[in-house]
């Protein structure tokens, strides 16, 4: 049978491809760039281990650990030092340890006594049951209070997204935490009653999950992957056009065009806006407006931020038209506009004695109330073993995000120096950089912002419409390495039993 083609060598589409391979499934994977793993990027140098984008995997399912197995990697895994498990946010301008467990909470320092009286009121304050689309900031205020937001959901989410609260959706950026409010009526109560359901589905919340890297970094996993498939690997292979034919999809590349029984999009959003897609029959309707970009009205949300509204302007209907006079050319301009703030990753190395904080932990998130530039540090060589030489410390920064995004472009000698700034006065830093490095991300993780469900309703009347094209990765299914994974690998089965229904193929 022909290849399924795979579009994208970031970790979704290497485990997607990984798995196919095993089924006895042909693939092919097409990456634009001169290298795969995406925004994962390990370097090894001169004693030094730097990350550049994500530090750690969350083994939130039982899927993730099957690929580490399934991979062989098993004896690559570096689980964290124990000491690492203490995790900071600033407040008063210093990093202090977050409560581990309830007595902690109702002892810690970090919190006032008006914040934990929200805490002993939550429970019995009234779901919502109008169906309106709340922010993660509207949310919060209204089941805690504005503290629990100001000094530490407004960090957690820079540490996550390098978002904005007040415009990230609860509903898509936060499910799990609306599905406690939905099911339980309470997040204190969910988190009680919910383990049983939890326990059951072998899925583990974030906050709890076991965290895990290699040996040689986070880079050995898509390395791997990418060894194990070989030359179905195609770098510095962009694909411009998708064409679908009477028994598949015509690829069209930098390099060329080839055919294939399917087509799973694993690149990022801003760069499926760029793809042409065309259906091999004329539609009866067109597919916009919502295919076509989503511009002109405007709608309130429940924060009373405008968003585009899903209904067709004039020039909308216009292109509407002017597509279906074409035949069957797909407009994925929407997709433009999901935002991806830049942020850039600043990796530091100090000597011990230069460094007067302990940095026995994972690391420490900031709030924007705090003041400093950065968005957080991870304590990088605390957390796994062989990341700095003996007698130093590895700090990895983030700058930019929604927060300060016109700071993260700035030359590197200038982010050292913002950065070098805020450690100073955070964790005591007295003497400069034995080592640096700095990666912008222009566009680095995408917004789950209110309103963001138009996005996913368009995939999915895509899919409906367009068979054999299937969407996965960081801007459909979460924005975590685990989440990345678990899209792979869910992606998988539906491709399977698409090949099997049209081909026969087992």
């Known amino acids: 049978m022909k290849p399924v083609a795979i579009i994208g060598a970031g970790i979704t589409g290497l485990t997607a491809a990984f798995y ?10 097409y990456e634009a760039g001169g290298r795969v793993g995406g925004v994962i990027q390990s370097l090894r140098q001169d004693g030094w281990l730097a990350e550049f984008g994500p530090n750690t995997i969350l083994e939130t399912s039982p899927k993730i650990a099957r690929l580490v197995r399934d991979a062989g990697l098993e004896t690559r ?12 946010v600033v407040r008063y301008q210093r990093p202090m340890a977050m409560p581990g467990s309830p007595f902690g909470f109702f002892t810690t320092k970090l919190f006032t006594a008006k914040a934990k009286l929200a ?4 429970p019995f304050v009234p779901r919502r049951r109008d169906g309106v689309e709340e922010s993660i900031a509207q949310f919060v205020v209204r089941r805690l209070n504005q503290e629990f937001l100001d000094q530490a959901i407004d960090a957690l989410v820079a540490g996550i997204y390098a978002g904005d609260p007040h415009r990230l959706s609860l509903t898509h950026a936060f499910p799990k935490l609306k599905a406690l409010e939905d099911n339980y009526g309470s997040l204190i109560k969910g988190q009680i009653f919910g383990s049983r359901d939890r326990k059951k589905s072998g899925e583990v919340a974030k906050d709890r999950a076991p965290k895990f890297s290699f040996d040689e970094g986070l880079q050995v996993l898509p390395d791997t992957l990418a060894a194990r498939l070989g030359d179905a690997v195609k770098l510095n ?4 056009a998708l064409t679908q034919t009477a028994d598949g999809w015509r690829v069209t590349t930098s390099n060329g065009e080839s055919e294939h029984s399917a087509v799973i999009f694993c690149g990022t959003a801003f760069k499926l806006a760029e793809l ?3 259906l091999k029959t004329k539609e009866t309707a067109p597919l916009a ?13 429940a924060t009373g931020d405008d968003v585009p509204s899903p209904r067709p302007s004039g020039e909308r209907v216009v292109h509407a038209e002017r597509d279906r006079e074409r035949g069957n050319l797909v407009s994925l301009d929407a997709f ?9 990753s600043v990796v530091l190395g100090f000597r011990r004695e230069d460094v007067a904080h302990p940095c026995e932990g994972f690391g420490v998130l900031i709030p924007r109330i705090e003041g400093y530039k950065i968005l957080g540090t991870i304590f990088s060589s605390s957390l796994f073993p062989n990341r700095a030489p003996a007698g130093h410390l590895t700090l990895t920064s983030y700058i930019g995000g929604e927060r300060y995004p016109e700071l993260a472009s700035l030359p590197a000698e200038q982010l050292v120096a913002l950065v070098c700034e805020d450690l100073r006065v955070l964790l005591g830093v007295t003497g400069k950089p034995v080592f640096q490095h700095c990666v912008l991300y222009p566009k680095a993780i995408p917004q789950y912002n209110v309103g963001y469900g138009r996005y996913r309703e368009l995939m999915n009347e895509i899919e409906n419409r367009a068979a054999g094209l ?18 792979g690998v869910n992606i998988v089965e539906q491709v399977a039993t698409f090949l099997k229904t049209t081909n026969g193929h087992e």
Do not use: W
């Open 20 to 29: 196919l391979k095993r089924k006895g499934v042909p693939v092919m994977v």
């Open 77 to 88: 895994r570096l689980n964290p030092d124990p000491k690492a498990e203490a995790r900071y």
């Open 119 to 122: 805490v002993l009121r939550e």
């Open 237 to 240: 292979t962009a694909v411009t």
């Open 276 to 278: 042409q897609i065309e």
């Open 289 to 301: 407006p919502a295919l076509s970009p989503l511009g002109g009205e405007r709608e309130k949300t």
């Open 336 to 344: 433009s506009e999901i935002r991806y703030p830049p942020v850039a």
């Open 470 to 487: 299937f969407f996965a990765g960081h801007y459909r299914d979460g924005v975590s390495l685990g989440d990345t994974i678990v899209s």
